[in-house]
């Protein structure tokens, strides 16, 4: 089995700044692709950044020049830097990765982790 602890979520002022962590660990042969999710009350969780192994990212329109993935393969560790926050960044971040188990691939989720941008 994979686990997927997330942590660095909080509440912060507009303007202001997180960071994110995700760590993978259990019975991982690697990693393929990396991501951020989140899910506002009453909509549907979306993609918010993801990293490949091979450092390729991509953005929401909506976090693009704002937010900064990255990924740490020898820790297992995706980070999602989040500046210059909005109200409307306010959900709850999932972490998720594709994991090899050898042969096959198994993507994974974290508990989620709650961020709060007060106006």
């Known amino acids: 089995q994979v686990q997927l602890v997330e942590s660095g979520g909080g509440l912060v002022q507009a303007g202001g700044s997180l960071r994110l962590s995700c760590a993978a660990s259990g019975s991982i042969f690697s990693i393929n692709a990396m991501g951020w999710y989140r899910q506002a009350p009453g909509k549907q969780r979306e993609l918010v950044a993801s990293i490949t192994s091979g450092g390729s990212t991509k953005y929401a329109d909506s976090v693009k020049g704002r937010f900064t993935i990255s990924r740490d393969s020898a820790k297992n560790t995706v980070y999602l830097q989040m500046n210059s926050l909005k109200p409307e960044d306010t959900a709850v971040y999932y972490c998720?990765?594709?994991?090899?188990?050898?042969?096959?691939?198994?993507?994974?989720w974290g508990q989620g982790t709650q961020v709060t941008v007060s106006s």
């Open positions: 998720n990765a594709a994991v090899r188990q050898v042969v096959y691939v198994t993507e994974y």
